[in-house]
């Protein structure tokens, strides 16, 4: 990597090769290549975080132990994990107040906005996105936003305006971005594109202002989001063309194929958590949400002939609960194998998943019900000190958004109130 | 606060009011404060912390309920003393104008609607108008618009972030590439006939029977039937070496040039059966298709006459590699009869994107095994066992891409007449950027040997002139204002044409130079806003809008996208606010078939028929669920409004009428006798059934529903909200959620008693509850029921589909469907209930008009409103509150004309 810290950001691959003709060997180019895709190499590893949720709701009694503290004996879902079990804290007694109306609170579970489901609702930041605000810059992805199928009534990442990000669904395409080096006509063609848009925005900039002098005040809020967008769209272009000029990190692991068969939902969220564990090993990001969506697919899986959403709804007949289960289970190995993926990558004396920290959860508890209190929540690596099952007033929940204070500052921002917070979450300490 | 409080806080409370509230106060004091007061605060309200003289938005709020629930005589409650008539008027009438004169006030300095984004489907529209492309997809490429009130037109909701703004770029840059023509010649036509058995995409179903070969209307046994005793796909008793076996044999029977007929089953009853046609247009355009195709009855190997007209559906989906059996089609394109033995022959023109590969729906459920819920092949034997409906198709014929013109309009509208010329490449211009057209779907024809070289790699050609600034500016002068919607003058032309100069002296072609000009002002908040004040405002009227906001407002209501030029024309004169001429507009936009797109639009935010696939029905409790019935309920629904608008029938038929929209699939489920066929049409209700109105329609009984359950509570707060008027309050925290039970043993509404026993909850569920008790009589799917279904414990039923198969659900216990309105007037059915509501059609018009102001303002209910409101309702009395009324009352109001 110090290679890399010395070259001059201007120094890209293309006018290198300009400046020693085309003849220059490429294995001494390889030497170049970084293994990290960020610009410099801090001293000590960097912390991430990835924020997982899946939208069906857990079967409670298959996922909370009975027992809580550090001597818990385990459940049907959690026995998937048992081999991460020091390395994960499984939370009870959560949710957001004020949050109810079944699916549509998914759109708030990393935002913590009041009233999801009133007809007024308004969104607010999500965790990730404030997290991009302070180490965003640091990366070729300030954040990837991923997902295993389209929006079911939410996505995780949200922007400042209370906009759901949009995720990448495709496994293929995002190994491209990260790992795949443009050729010189494509880099050529992306980087006019990227001054075509940037004039456009110039322009179109100063056309408002025009129409801004028309308006009255309480009109000039609206426009001045057009504002702000144009002024964030340049600096995403500015981070972009930044990015454009530097090399892509390179992997050992191959070009994926993306799975279209909707039914293979396990495989396809397997390989987008493989892709997610790739881009926070070359440090192409350090911040991701991950948004899984079975509702609208029959699993293939074996003792599953259902479509998963209207098992959710199984009024308790045992035959649905069984194949609900099994389709829950399958998302609780798919989170056990992404540890383990995470815990097999050494960064000096730690392992990644030391310094990752992995949110998961479902935006409800029960899926018959579509209750919203008492929420399925995990939280493993990054730093605490893990092991146990706590448990909040099931009655009287405690804030979803102490655990996102406890991952902001472990993340070294400094700040001790995210949306609904009272403070960090009690017991969840640091290592 | 009891009445020995000490007198002091009663005189805070009285500080606190000004001068209206020396009529006011002893009222309060009277009969509300007992329970509103500071240390109790029933219901959160806080009487001695409310002011009354300068009020912001949250008191604002307050006092509107206040009002609402003393004028509802919700409040005080019941148990209390009533008190006096005329007290009771008064402080109605002091509140109400206090609320009215202060909200008037505000709207008076800001107006009522909010300058606004376009929305992302106003985009779609707007685009496909101005570059004439009917078809252009981009709604789903940008982000999904929120909503308020249930509406996405509301101003306030329509944020607009970096994410919105990245898309938007790309979206109009994709719009302007597909308007662009790339070529001297329209791209050859493609046409050819093709045979069902013939594609390879079949042999799966002919290897597993569920489609047989079928030659002069009888069994073709070149592909024989299967073993009875052995089974072809199943989960469990699957019988591999046999399947092999079968398909081994499919392979061998040389089907490429079969051209028999295949007649289709329907497949498992879990899964809607669909098969593509292996046809994928490599160029998007018109494509003119027929088809022939007849239905019979299968018995066990023998061919019969139908014992019911049967239909089919085309329809498209956007290829992907890998499984496709459970990929939904992207589009619908048509649905299409065959009521006999005898082949029918349709011929329609649809367009199709490019790579839309053609599909086969079938347009009936035809069958189900009562046990595995799964048919035929998975059944011993299948198609040598089974009896029931089936679906032939002879063959089917493509043509196209057919042009009218070329280049297309779409190109005309941004180049005009500008010829085309081969690209100079020795010009040291940058080569226009060309898609490569090539077939992506797997195994779908056009195949590559039937493609030419000219067909997909063209002599590169592009737009050429002589004068490039000149011309710029002459397409421009014509693009700018259709796409601004006002006049431009010279010097802002100017500033686009130097982004055109800017461009070419970066070595682009006219082409790329103008494209990226299009796009600036396509992403220009000239274009993306809307709703913007009078440039010159009026002294006496400040709020009045413009003629030219007016010509917006009006088309992007009824039209749903930007003004064409007639509407401009009457708006450059200033005169389309004359009542006459506003008059005539509304009527010739409701005759023009672009007021599809407002019947479409609305109704998927009004009654939420937009969430249509939001959930999807148990497919073992609710098998006569098919893609047909699905794709019949919203038509039923917009046909139904689109009947209403043209006879210009009352309000009331919103709850209640003698008439239904329907077609046979629909007709079924309403136990409708003698429709057939899948046109929807007018039909008089039989005496005695409880349909009607929008309320009973499918499509509404469905987006209330989950899929499995329905719940009187849902579907209340949705009628109150939708239908009467009641905004409901969200429920207050902590309230336990029911957890259904569909295991047979109790009803919803035993689950519900318990729930509404805490007196808590109960002056809500008072309100709430009523409309959904009377739905209960209809099930998921809009089926109507006296029993619930359970795949649990229950008896056996007796119900044979039309389609000649028996269901495999069992009766539950008995849905009662009784209940008694806030009145206190009791109902024992869906019948009697909307015998109570048709009695106040002035509050369903009222409801209504609230309802559809808020979509043709983009603004939110105020309570200044309400006097208006009552006005337009009072003025469409005479017509018994016709919609056609209303619409043009609406149109005519100051709410509508007024910023």
């Known amino acids: 990597m110090a290679p890399l810290a010395l070259t001059p950001p201007d120094l890209t691959r293309r006018s290198f090769l300009r400046s020693a003709g085309v003849t220059l060997a490429l294995p001494f180019l390889e030497a170049l290549a970084p293994r990290f895709a960020r610009a410099s190499s801090p001293a000590s590893p960097p912390r991430r975080m990835v924020c997982i949720m899946t939208n069906t709701g857990l079967i409670p009694d298959n996922f909370f132990p009975k027992a809580t503290g550090f001597e818990y004996e385990t459940t049907r879902y959690l026995a998937h994990l048992e081999e991460h079990r020091k390395n994960l804290t499984v939370i009870g007694g959560v949710s957001h107040p004020d949050n109810s109306g079944g699916h549509m609170v998914e759109k708030s579970f990393l935002t913590g906005a009041r009233f999801?489901?009133?007809?007024?609702?308004?969104?607010?930041?999500?965790?990730?996105?404030?997290?991009?605000?302070?180490?965003?810059?640091?990366?070729?992805?300030?954040?990837?936003?991923?997902g295993v199928n389209e929006k079911h009534d939410g996505l995780l990442s949200v922007t400042r305006d209370g906009v759901f990000i949009p995720p990448e669904f495709s496994p293929s395409k995002l190994y491209n971005r990260l790992f795949t080096a443009d050729t010189e006509e494509e880099s050529e063609s992306r980087l006019r594109e990227i001054r075509n848009q940037t004039s456009l925005l110039d322009f179109v900039n100063d056309k408002a202002k025009r129409l801004e002098k028309l308006l009255g005040q309480s009109d000039r809020d609206r426009l001045d989001q057009y504002f702000t967008s144009v002024r964030e769209l340049e600096q995403r272009l500015q981070h972009a063309e930044k990015w454009q000029r530097r090399e892509k990190p390179q992997t050992s692991t191959p070009a994926p194929r993306d799975i279209s068969d909707i039914t293979q939902d396990k495989d396809r969220a397997a390989l987008m958590y493989d892709m997610a564990r790739l881009a926070l090993e070359s440090d192409s990001t350090r911040l991701i949400t991950i948004y899984l969506n079975p509702l609208e697919v029959t699993l293939k899986l074996p003792g599953v002939h259902d479509r998963t959403h209207?098992?959710?709804?199984?009024?308790?007949?045992?035959?649905?609960?069984?194949?609900?289960?099994?389709?829950?289970?399958?998302?609780?190995?798919?989170?056990?194998?992404?540890?383990?993926?995470?815990?097999?990558?050494?960064?000096?004396?730690?392992?990644?998943?030391?310094?990752?920290?992995?949110?998961?959860?479902?935006?409800?508890?029960?899926?018959?019900?579509?209750?919203?209190?008492?929420?399925?929540?995990?939280?493993?690596?990054g730093g605490f000190k893990h092991g146990q099952h706590l448990q909040f007033d099931l009655k009287q929940n405690a804030p979803l958004c102490n655990v996102f204070v406890s991952m902001l500052q472990r993340m070294g921002i400094e700040t001790d109130k995210f949306a609904s917070s009272t403070g960090t979450l009690t017991g969840l300490d640091l290592l | 606060?009891?009445?020995?409080?000490?007198?002091?806080?009663?005189?805070?409370?009285?500080?606190?009011?000004?001068?209206?509230?020396?009529?006011?106060?002893?009222?309060?004091?009277?009969?509300?404060?007992?329970?509103?007061?500071?240390?109790?605060?029933?219901?959160?309200?806080?009487?001695?912390?409310?002011?009354?003289?300068?009020?912001?938005?949250?008191?604002?709020?307050?006092?509107?309920?206040?009002?609402?629930?003393?004028?509802?005589?919700?409040?005080?409650?019941?148990?209390?003393?009533?008190?006096?008539?005329?007290d009771r008027a008064k402080i109605l009438r002091v509140l109400d104008e206090k609320l009215h004169s202060t909200d008037t006030d505000v709207i008076s300095k800001l107006g009522r609607a909010r300058v606004r984004r376009l929305t992302a489907q106003e985009i779609e529209n707007s685009?496909?108008?101005?570059?004439?492309?009917?078809?252009?997809?981009?709604?789903?490429?940008?982000?999904?618009?929120?909503?308020?009130?249930?509406?996405?037109?509301?101003?306030?909701?329509?944020d607009l972030s970096n994410v919105h703004l990245a898309k938007i770029i790309d979206v109009v840059d994709s719009a302007l590439g597909a308007a662009i023509a790339t070529r001297i010649q329209p791209p050859p036509v493609y046409h050819k006939r093709f045979y069902p058995a013939s594609g390879t995409e079949t042999w799966l179903p002919i290897g597993r029977a569920d489609a047989v070969l079928l030659k002069d209307k009888q069994f073709d046994p070149l592909c024989p039937l299967p073993d009875p005793e052995k089974?072809?796909?199943?989960?469990?008793?699957?019988?591999?070496?046999?399947?092999?076996?079968?398909?081994?044999?499919?392979?061998?029977?040389?089907?490429?040039?079969?051209?028999?007929?295949?007649?289709?089953?329907?497949?498992?009853?879990?899964?809607?059966?669909r098969r593509s046609l292996q046809f994928a247009p490599i160029h998007g355009?018109?494509?003119?298709?027929?088809?022939?195709?007849?239905?019979?009855?299968?018995?066990?190997?023998?061919?019969?006459?139908?014992?019911?007209?049967?239909?089919?559906?085309?329809?498209?989906?956007?290829?992907?590699?890998?499984?496709?059996?459970?990929?939904?089609?992207?589009?619908?394109?048509?649905?299409?009869?065959?009521?006999?033995?005898?082949?029918?022959?349709?011929?329609?023109?649809?367009?199709?994107?490019?790579?839309?590969?053609?599909?086969?729906?079938?347009?009936?459920?035809?069958?189900?095994?009562?046990?595995?819920?799964?048919?035929?092949?998975?059944?011993?034997?299948?198609?040598?066992?089974?009896?029931?409906?089936?679906?032939?198709?002879?063959?089917?014929?493509?043509?196209?891409?057919?042009?009218?013109?070329?280049?297309?309009?779409?190109?005309?509208?941004?180049?005009?007449?500008?010829?085309?010329?081969?690209?100079?490449?020795?010009?040291?211009?940058?080569?226009?950027?060309?898609?490569?057209?090539?077939?992506?779907?797997?195994?779908?024809r056009p195949r590559g040997a039937e493609i030419s070289k000219e067909d997909t790699s063209p002599p590169l050609v592009t737009v050429s002139t002589e004068h490039p600034l000149e011309d710029a500016s002459q397409l421009l002068s014509t693009f700018l204002p259709k796409a601004f919607r006002r006049a431009v003058d010279t010097n802002e032309i100017a500033q686009y044409v130097a982004i055109t100069k800017q461009h070419l002296e970066a070595k682009s072609t006219f082409e790329e130079a103008m494209r990226e000009t299009y796009k600036a002002a396509l992403c220009s908040s000239d274009f993306l806003f809307v709703g913007e004040p009078p440039m010159s405002a009026q002294v006496e009227s400040p709020n009045r809008l413009s003629d030219r906001a007016l010509a917006e407002r009006l088309s992007l209501w009824l039209w749903n996208t930007i003004p064409d030029d007639e509407l401009r024309a009457l708006a450059s004169k200033g005169v389309l606010h004359e009542t006459s001429i506003l008059r005539a507009q509304v009527e010739r936009m409701l005759a023009d078939p672009r007021s599809d797109r407002f019947i479409q639009d609305f109704l998927d935010q009004w009654l939420d028929l937009r969430k249509l696939d939001a959930s999807s029905p148990d497919r073992r409790t609710y098998p006569e669920y098919r893609a047909p019935l699905r794709e019949s309920m919203p038509a039923e629904t917009r046909a139904f409004f689109r009947e209403l608008i043209d006879k210009n029938l009352s309000v009331t038929n919103l709850v209640a009428s003698d008439f239904v929209m329907v077609n046979q699939g629909l007709a079924e489920l309403y136990q409708i006798p003698g429709v057939t066929g899948s046109a929807i049409r007018r039909v008089g209700l039989p005496p005695g059934s409880p349909r009607g109105g929008f309320i009973t329609q499918a499509s509404v009984l469905k987006v209330t529903a989950n899929g499995t359950t329905t719940s009187p509570v849902t579907r209340g707060v949705w009628m109150n909200e939708r239908i009467l008027g009641n905004p409901i309050p969200p429920p207050p925290p902590g309230v336990p959620a029911v957890e259904p039970d569909t295991r047979g043993t109790s009803t919803i509404r035993e689950q519900l008693d318990k729930h509404r026993s805490d007196s808590a909850c109960a002056a809500c569920h008072a309100k709430i509850d009523?409309?959904?008790?009377?739905?209960?009589?209809?099930?998921?799917?809009?089926?109507?029921?006296?029993?619930?279904?359970?795949?649990?414990?229950?008896?056996?039923?007796?119900?044979?589909?039309?389609?000649?198969w028996k269901p495999g659900y069992k009766l539950a216990k008995p849905v009662d469907a009784a209940g008694e309105l806030p009145s206190g007037e009791p109902f024992k059915d869906i019948t009697e209930f909307r015998d109570l509501l048709v009695r106040h059609p002035d509050s369903l018009a009222a409801s209504f008009t609230r309802h559809l102001l808020m979509y043709a303002t983009g603004s939110e209910p105020h309570y200044s409103d309400r006097r208006e409101i009552a006005q337009i309702v009072e003025r469409s009395r005479n017509t018994e509150y016709g919609l056609r009324s209303l619409i043009h009352e609406i149109a005519q109001s100051a709410l509508f004309k007024n910023k």
Request: proline letters at 8%; glycine letters at 8%.
């Open chain 2, 1 to 86: 606060m009891s009445r020995n409080v000490p007198i002091a806080i009663v005189g805070t409370l009285f500080l606190s009011f000004q001068s209206p509230a020396a009529d006011i106060g002893p009222f309060l004091e009277e009969h509300c404060v007992e329970c509103h007061d500071s240390s109790t605060k029933k219901g959160g309200l806080n009487l001695e912390a409310l002011q009354f003289d300068s009020l912001d938005r949250k008191q604002f709020e307050t006092w509107v309920r206040i009002h609402d629930r003393i004028a509802n005589g919700e409040m005080p409650p019941k148990k209390q003393e009533r008190p006096p008539e005329a």
């Open chain 1, 310 to 381: 209207s098992l959710t709804h199984h009024g308790n007949e045992p035959e649905k609960l069984e194949q609900l289960a099994k389709i829950e289970e399958a998302g609780i190995q798919n989170l056990s194998s992404f540890l383990s993926g995470l815990s097999s990558v050494k960064e000096g004396d730690q392992t990644l998943l030391d310094q990752t920290m992995v949110l998961f959860g479902s935006n409800m508890a029960s899926g018959n019900s579509h209750s919203n209190t008492n929420l399925p929540i995990l939280l493993a690596g």
């Open chain 1, 116 to 146: 999801p489901s009133s007809p007024s609702f308004k969104n607010s930041i999500s965790l990730d996105q404030i997290a991009a605000e302070h180490i965003g810059h640091l990366t070729r992805f300030p954040f990837l936003a991923l």
């Open chain 2, 285 to 444: 355009g018109f494509y003119r298709i027929k088809t022939s195709a007849w239905s019979f009855w299968w018995d066990r190997g023998e061919v019969r006459n139908p014992i019911r007209p049967e239909s089919f559906m085309l329809s498209v989906w956007l290829p992907e590699p890998g499984s496709r059996f459970d990929h939904s089609a992207s589009r619908r394109i048509g649905m299409f009869d065959v009521p006999s033995l005898d082949s029918s022959v349709h011929e329609f023109t649809s367009w199709l994107d490019p790579d839309e590969e053609l599909l086969f729906e079938i347009g009936t459920p035809t069958g189900y095994a009562p046990k595995t819920g799964r048919f035929p092949s998975s059944e011993p034997g299948s198609a040598t066992t089974y009896s029931g409906p089936g679906i032939a198709l002879d063959w089917f014929e493509v043509e196209g891409p057919l042009f009218s013109q070329w280049p297309p309009a779409s190109h005309k509208a941004l180049f005009g007449e500008l010829p085309f010329k081969p690209f100079d490449s020795a010009s040291g211009l940058r080569p226009p950027h060309r898609q490569i057209v090539k077939q992506i779907a797997v195994n779908a």
């Open chain 2, 127 to 158: 685009l496909r108008d101005l570059l004439c492309l009917p078809n252009l997809h981009v709604k789903e490429a940008l982000p999904e618009d929120e909503r308020r009130h249930g509406y996405h037109k509301i101003g306030e909701a329509l």
């Open chain 2, 231 to 273: 089974r072809i796909q199943d989960n469990n008793a699957i019988d591999f070496a046999y399947q092999q076996e079968r398909m081994k044999m499919v392979d061998g029977l040389g089907l490429r040039q079969y051209e028999g007929a295949l007649g289709f089953f329907s497949g498992p009853v879990d899964k809607d059966f």
């Open chain 2, 770 to 804: 009523p409309p959904g008790f009377a739905l209960e009589s209809f099930d998921v799917i809009g089926g109507f029921r006296d029993r619930y279904r359970s795949l649990g414990k229950g008896e056996a039923n007796e119900v044979v589909f039309a389609a000649g």
